[in-house]
């Protein structure tokens, strides 16, 4: 499996919705075009919520995890 | 998607408030612009000095409601207030006291909480609101 470099890590464990998706938003905006942010989260609607934001905002959901009882998202930049 | 979303604030509840700065957010994040609009006891809650206070609960919150707000809030969940604050750092997030309900409540523009941008009437709402969804809570 290719390694995506992420510039940073969005660490959104153990905070509910709707911030792992707000602080996603806030981070991507801070990025370049083409860069991707890791992010990690522990809230179960993050699963869904994640694939959603990006489809309307038409950034890439590159991956997507889980272990244990955290979800994994790297998301790159459009 | 570029659609606003308008929510009519009524009940001055954290619950309630808490739900609407949810979706308030939530929006936000998908690049929508909010138009938030105060009334009555929504507008109370936002008094500069009472905007962090406990504001209560609805009426069907019941004892078992009341214990798992509290429990999500010690779990670090944040306040409404800082819910929506965090949206209009987003941007597009507009929030604007109703001038009826600033007499009812003999309000001036000074006590209320920086995060209201104004005060305005009805007109103005549905202006702003165009033809986007109207969220009443």
């Known amino acids: 499996m290719p390694v995506i470099e992420t510039s940073q890590t969005i660490d959104a464990r153990g905070l509910s919705c709707p911030m792992p998706i707000v602080k996603t938003a806030q981070a991507v905006r801070t990025l370049a075009s083409g860069a991707a942010v890791e992010l990690l989260a522990t809230d179960p609607g993050s699963t869904k919520d994640v694939a959603a934001w990006c489809r309307v905002t038409g950034h890439e959901l590159l991956e997507q995890s889980v272990e244990g009882t955290v979800f994994r998202f790297v998301i790159r930049r459009k | ?137």
């Open chain 2, 1 to 137: 998607m570029d659609e606003s979303l308008n929510l009519v604030l009524f009940s001055g509840t954290d619950d309630k408030l808490q739900a609407a700065a949810v979706l308030a957010a939530g929006a936000a994040a998908l690049g929508k612009p909010v138009n938030i609009f105060l009334q009555y006891w929504a507008l109370d809650a936002f008094r500069a000095a009472r905007i962090g206070l406990d504001h209560g609960l609805a009426a069907e919150a019941g004892p078992a409601g009341r214990a798992a707000v509290d429990a999500l809030a010690g779990a670090g969940q944040a306040p409404w207030s800082a819910t929506l604050r965090m949206a209009k750092e987003l941007g597009g997030v507009e929030i604007q006291a109703c001038s009826l309900s600033m007499d009812l409540l003999k309000l001036d523009a000074g006590d209320l909480d920086p995060l209201v941008d104004g005060v305005e009437g009805v007109t103005a709402f549905y202006l702003n609101a165009g033809d986007g969804q109207i969220v009443f809570i």
